[in-house]
């Protein structure tokens, strides 16, 4: 895929683009299906479409909790996307399975995981649009209509995310963040401060900043939201919206991204800001996640029952919590 156009892209997007063309050449089994079986729900200003879009590529291990953990949403008016790349283990009889429940799903190879992203895009219709990984899910049945009130609450803004939960296979933590602008996100030189799959976009936003970059394998998710964060702004909202699963598969967990990261803060400009301001926004950053995570840390106990494959749909909201 060629790199994405830096000026605004309009509604044509899917004709810019085409997600067929983009696709490598390869001998791979191609499954396409368009789900004519859910149709597709209405949408109003006040109960938006939101487009739940999953990647996945051998992901049978997970994948069941991501799926169903949508499925159970009580919101409504959801469009399910499954993008696959050509999985060879259990992971098609897993979509298969709940198929019925899921809008649209294909299997095809792709480049990466955000040239299968970018499927997703091309092929979604929602007001609202979220990334969620295949070895994650929401924390749960009620995340998506908690996060459709705070729309309706802050509609100024453009973009709403809050905290996750971090799983380890024999722990869970809660991880605690807060409002970040474009320049403390890119200075503190770490996409960590706002969780790429706890985060509702507004679909302009994506008209606007085009396509994921499929040049970076493991940090297009970061420059991303450094394009986004560039002209738009994200409202952070104080509860958990994820549960992020780390393990040794995870490119979070394997350090692959490191390298890319360096390049894209290059890219982004990083070095056009005075060594001082560069080392007093990230210390200043930086300060702040570790009080709120190391020194001041909220308790995870409530999640701890996601350490089993326990549905997420099934672990109840922590402490009786009446926040947004």
Same mark, same amino acid.
């Given at each position: 895929?060629?790199?994405?156009?830096?000026?605004?892209?309009?509604?044509?997007?899917?004709?810019? &683009?085409?997600?067929?063309?983009?696709?490598?050449?390869?001998?791979?089994?191609?499954?396409?299906?368009?789900?004519?079986?859910? =149709? &597709?729900?209405?949408? $109003?200003?006040?109960?938006?479409?939101?487009?739940?879009?999953?990647?996945?590529?051998?992901?049978?291990?997970?994948?069941?909790?991501?799926?169903?953990?949508?499925?159970?949403?009580?919101?409504?008016?959801? %469009?399910?996307?499954?993008?696959?790349?050509?999985?060879?283990?259990?992971?098609?009889?897993?979509?298969?399975?709940?198929? /019925?429940?899921?809008?649209?799903?294909? $299997?095809?190879?792709?480049?990466?995981?955000?040239?299968?992203?970018?499927?997703?895009?091309?092929?979604? /219709?929602?007001?609202?649009?979220?990334?969620?990984?295949?070895?994650?899910?929401?924390?749960?049945?009620?995340?998506? %209509?908690?996060?459709?009130?705070?729309?309706?609450?802050? =509609?100024?803004?453009?973009?709403?995310?809050?905290?996750?939960?971090?799983?380890?296979?024999?722990?869970?933590r809660y991880q605690k963040f807060f409002q970040i602008n474009h320049r403390r996100f890119l200075l503190a030189q770490r996409g960590t401060f706002i969780p790429h799959a706890g985060l509702f976009l507004r679909r302009r936003c994506l008209e606007y900043v085009g396509l994921y970059d499929t040049r970076y394998h493991f940090a297009a998710d970061y420059d991303f939201l450094l394009r986004c964060l560039r002209q738009f702004r994200f409202k952070y909202i104080p509860r958990p919206y994820l549960v992020?699963?780390?393990? =040794?598969?995870?490119?979070?967990?394997?350090?692959?991204?490191?390298?890319?990261?360096?390049?894209? &803060?290059? %890219?982004?400009?990083?070095?056009?800001?005075? =060594?001082?301001?560069?080392?007093?926004?990230?210390?200043?950053?930086? $300060?702040?996640?570790?009080?709120?995570?190391?020194?001041?840390?909220?308790?995870?106990?409530?999640?701890?029952?996601?350490?089993?494959?326990?549905?997420?749909?099934?672990?109840?909201?922590? &402490?009786?919590?009446?926040?947004?």
């Open positions: 895929m060629n790199p994405l156009p830096s000026h605004p892209i309009t509604t044509e997007l899917p004709d810019r &683009l085409s997600p067929a063309s983009d696709s490598p050449k390869s001998s791979l089994p191609c499954t396409r299906l368009a789900n004519s079986r859910k =149709p &597709l729900p209405s949408s $109003s200003n006040d109960r938006p479409l939101v487009s739940v879009i999953t990647v996945s590529l051998n992901s049978a291990k997970y994948l069941e909790q991501t799926i169903r953990s949508v499925l159970d949403q009580t919101y409504d008016r959801i %469009e399910y996307l499954v993008i696959d790349g050509a999985s060879t283990d259990g992971t098609l009889d897993i979509i298969r399975r709940h198929e /019925s429940g899921i809008h649209t799903w294909i $299997s095809e190879p792709d480049q990466n995981m955000y040239d299968a992203i970018n499927k997703g895009i091309l092929r979604c /219709s929602g007001d609202i649009v979220a990334v969620l990984n295949s070895d994650d899910m929401y924390p749960a049945p009620d995340t998506i %209509e908690r996060m459709i009130e705070n729309t309706r609450r802050f =509609p100024e803004w453009d973009g709403w995310y809050g905290d996750c939960i971090k799983i380890y296979p024999d722990r869970a992020f699963r780390v393990h =040794p598969e995870s490119i979070t967990a394997s350090g692959r991204i490191r390298r890319e990261r360096i390049a894209l &803060l290059k %890219e982004h400009g990083v070095m056009n800001h005075s =060594p001082l301001s560069r080392r007093i926004l990230h210390a200043c950053v930086w $300060s702040r996640y570790i009080w709120h995570n190391l020194i001041w840390p909220r308790s995870a106990r409530p999640y701890r029952r996601l350490l089993s494959n326990a549905p997420a749909a099934h672990v109840p909201s922590p &402490l009786g919590e009446t926040t947004p």
